[in-house]
């Protein structure tokens, strides 16, 4: 996966965050036996509103509320059918079953995200520094500004990187500077002590 994720961001950096336009979370926590008997009830409170308008006519309020109600249960209704359609074309896609659960299902999505996120972030740390989110990148207007933002990047990355090696430069030298006045100061003693 780090490798398939090295290559997305060389050559298609605007698809490392396709996570972020998917809501996975919430389609893991959809249960369909939970929302068809939802749809059914509100069907059922519709019918008993549309038969209790009916036995009062005269009634003006019940009358609004009740085509109010049909309006939006009529709406419900198709966006209803068309969560479904869209999920069974989606389980087809996948060759799964459109019988299974939401939960079970997108879970699979979940976890893919999650190794993904975490290849991401541990090629970056690999890199030694962190990148610029592909996002802004692509926010730039021009070829020349995205091309000036990666060499700036890039010269941020290697001065950084630069600076590391030479404090770790400073500190390889002072250690050995100790361990060596250390040693002479061993010598001195021992000197000392034989004479």
């Known amino acids: 996966l780090n490798y398939i994720c090295n290559v997305v961001e060389k050559i298609f ?9 998917l809501k996975i979370d919430e389609a893991c926590e959809v249960s369909m036996e939970t929302v068809d008997a939802d749809v059914e009830a509100i ?17 003006f309020i019940l009358y609004s509320f009740s085509k109010l109600a049909k309006q939006k249960v009529d709406h419900l209704m198709h966006n209803y059918e068309e969560m479904k359609n869209a999920y069974t074309e989606v389980c087809l896609m996948f060759s799964e079953s459109s019988s299974s659960e939401p939960a079970e ?27 610029v989110p592909a996002e802004v990148l692509l926010k730039k207007q021009t070829q020349k500004e995205m091309l000036k933002d990666l060499a700036i990047e890039a010269a941020s990355v290697a001065t950084s990187r630069s600076e590391q090696i030479q404090k770790e430069t400073l500190k390889l030298q002072e250690k050995m500077k100790e361990e060596k006045e250390e040693e002479e100061e061993k010598e001195e003693e021992e000197e000392t002590v034989e004479t």
């Open 13 to 21: 950096p605007h698809l490392l965050s396709f996570h972020e336009e």
């Open 43 to 59: 069907k059922q409170g519709l019918k008993s509103l549309l038969e209790e308008q009916e036995l009062e006519p005269q009634n």
């Open 105 to 131: 299902f997108f879970t699979f999505f979940k976890t893919f995200i999650k190794a993904w996120k975490s290849a991401v972030v541990e090629n970056q740390n690999r890199k030694g520094h962190k990148m």
